[in-house]
């Protein structure tokens, strides 16, 4: 009797021993329709921190192929199998709201890389355990908004993707233009994987609008913009902040010269006036992420992956006080770190979580850029 | 609508069509030849279009290296059947085309600067480094289970497509490109225009149409695949190496996927998983013409792009759910209208 309490008095030692260090899970789209955002995230997540007030971090990467099922199967792996503490990802929101009932069941805390608000909704009493870093496409839509308006535009065409992110967009959009009175005067679809946006072009220009919204992801947004000004349309164009990599003004090139978009102030860091509470970060991220992957080469996407690095480390040397890593009470204390960080300045804004809010994000976390000879100007 | 606009619309479809009919023509002869319903066939697409796009940025494209590593395990495979089989007189043909010609186009895509070069050079180039992986694709992947059912072959296609598309992302990245346009010309007939790019695919798919014509009718390696087609045994009765007609099918193949990239390259943006969408209408015309007819399948691929071109106009949201709905009630007319032979296993 009294042996076998040793031995598994000795066995808890063990595993405790053994779970000591801090298990980070990671999923994301490395491949699949969404790799060029998951590409970068990928790469920024070896630049995370791998020990956190002492603490050894471990990150485990698994890639789920822009996919909702395998996004799922990776969560539950994670959690199940490697005992993670938070789950980091996915890079899209139809697989970060799969993910959300996944964690919570099980009570770990997820901290999302994907635009939308749906993900953290408030209403939803599952999101208690759900964080994420991108913006949410109302703080973008907004800021397109409110530059149309001062631009003395009236009338605008939407084309999007056929997806959840052209949705997404067209609804944010619609209702603040319906508020400001901004008229929509035609809403068309196309597929990423589309040779020829002919049609939908010829509708928009016939419809004769003041700007044009081009809402899509990476490389493939340029293509109705280079479409319409093969039909010499004339007017305004405005994409939106999934276009901020250099692969897009490669394949744009001139055609893509004077687009106005918001973003995240990462994308043009060094413009930033000193006194913006971002600028330090969001440049320590960029010299990071390029002394490892080239100049360059940075994505306003990998920012998203820092981002949750950082909340991170900011939330769990407190944790630490509260419960061993591996143990329910310490996810339950990381959950409750992150909703409290405040006034943590990250790649894309400064962090304010709060039970309502987790994001966090203000106005700081975005600005209007312009492209101009090629490279992205602030617009001040 | 007015007119202008269903003329530009009329002219974006036959663009695409034009495109689609190629490949609905490839897709038909290697399905008759060797009964492979080729998936793949989109890959060529997009490794032509990227492979280009790749030259012209002065980078060295990812073919290179998959043509090297192909050749080498084709040049080992056969290597091995000709010494089990003590046929030495093939090892020089096995060596020359597995493994000195990928050598050779490697010095000289890696000792010159493609993108100083003309683009017919670039074209050629482009060619002679994608085209060569169809028949090494046949003898790794198909070859060995020529007399497999349709629907193993079908698995195995749908693998090789698999694949190559993760070696596509390896290769290019996620991110897409464009080729420089052949030509800037447009021809202006009142207020309807057509661009030189339109000219340069609906010209080349009708020549390239006509050459396969001719080819099929006239040439004795296109009666071989004739007769390969319209009956296996027959066809090896007379002299007819099976094997060669698969090569030389998928060579054809590959050919026609990557001329169409190339032809699209400068019209769109191409990324490492195009091809398949693009081919998967091919397919649609294919299936239009019962995977057996030529003629039927060319007029369905253009039909296929129209309707694509005009549904993109009227209902964006929804276009690919009309191209692909397609296909139900041809399909249906089709085994209404055709007598049904059972396949001999």
Known sequence: MKRKFIVGALLVAFTTLAQADITVGVTLSATGPAASLGIPEKNSVSLLPTTIAGQKVNYIVLDDASDTTTAVKNTRKLISENKVDVVIGSTITPNSLAMVDVVAEAETPMISMAASARIIDPTNPKTKWVFKTPQNDTHMSTAIIEHMINSGVKTVAFIGFNDAYGEGWFQEFSKIAEVRKLKIVANERYSRADTSVTGQVLKIVAAKPDAVLIAGAGTPAALPQVALQERKYAGKYYQTHGVANNDFLRVGGKNVEGTFLPAGPMLVAAQ????????????????????????????????????????????????????????????????????????????????????????????????????????????? | MDLQIALLLGQDGITNGAIYALLSLALVLVFAVTRVIFIPQGEFVAFGALTLASFQAGKTPGTLWLLLGAGFVVAIVDLVVAWRRRKWRRVPAILGWNLVYPALMAGLILSIEPSKWPLLAQISLALALVVPLGPMMYRLAFQPLAEAPVLVLLIVSVAVHLVLVGLGLVFFGAEGSRAASFSDVSLDIGEFSITGQTLAVVLTSGVLIVVLYQFFGRSLYGKALRATAINRTGARLMGISTV?????????????????????????????????????????????????????????????????????????????????????PMLLWRSLTTRHVEEES
């Not at chain 2, 057996?292 to 369905?300: D, F």
């Open chain 2, 244 to 328: 060669m007609a698969g090569k030389l099918s998928f060579l054809l193949a590959a050919g026609i996927g990557a001329l169409s990239g190339i032809l699209i390259a400068p019209i769109t943006t191409v990324y490492y998983d195009t091809g398949f969408l693009i081919g998967l209408k091919g397919f649609v015309g294919a299936i239009i013409g019962g995977l057996a007819s030529y003629p039927v399948a060319a007029v369905g691929a253009v039909a296929v792009g129209l309707l694509e071109s005009y549904s993109s106009f009227y209902a964006s949201a929804f276009k690919e759910v009309i191209v692909f709905t397609l296909i139900i």
């Open chain 1, 272 to 380: 930033l006036p000193n006194d913006n509470p971002v600028k330090k970060s969001a440049l320590a991220y960029t010299q990071k992420y390029e002394a490892a992957y080239g100049k360059g080469n940075v994505a306003t996407f990998g920012g998203h992956a820092w981002d949750a690095g950082l909340l991170l480390e900011a939330a769990v040397p407190a944790a630490l006080k509260k419960g061993q890593p591996g143990t329910k009470e310490f996810r339950a204390a990381l959950r409750d770190g992150l909703e409290g960080v405040k006034d943590l300045p990250g790649a894309h804004g400064v962090f304010n979580m709060s039970p309502g809010d987790h994001l966090g994000f203000d106005q700081r976390a975005r600005v209007m850029v312009q492209i101009q000879n090629g490279a992205w100007v602030l617009v001040k």
